[in-house]
């Protein structure tokens, strides 16, 4: 499996997240993905990302739009499965630029 880290951004917030690229590095990740229900497959189960904030408290998960009423997570995520093999770890995914509501991404708060 791939794992990055993220600075979620959106209008008042700054959010470390973690991302998982379900993609088996071997056979026994295959199988234990398998057992989950991501697929038998290796090319079945590295279309999966799983995302959670890195606080804690709360699981990881899968799919975008189980974040509820969450814009903020449901965008970042949704960015993240589309985009993840091109993006850094570290970078900042930054939702209002996402959704055209600035015209400027956010730079990291690591670099300011």
Known sequence: MIVKCFEVRDEGTFLPVVAIKTEPANESE???LMRMGYGTKSGEQRRYVLVSPLGGGRQMIYDPYHWGQN???ETAHSYIIRNFD???TGV???VEYILGETGTPKM???QQ
């Open 30 to 32: 295959r199988y234990l």
């Open 71 to 73: 814009r903020t997570l």
């Open 86 to 88: 091109a993006l850094d």
């Open 92 to 94: 900042v995914i930054d």
């Open 108 to 110: 990291s708060e690591a």
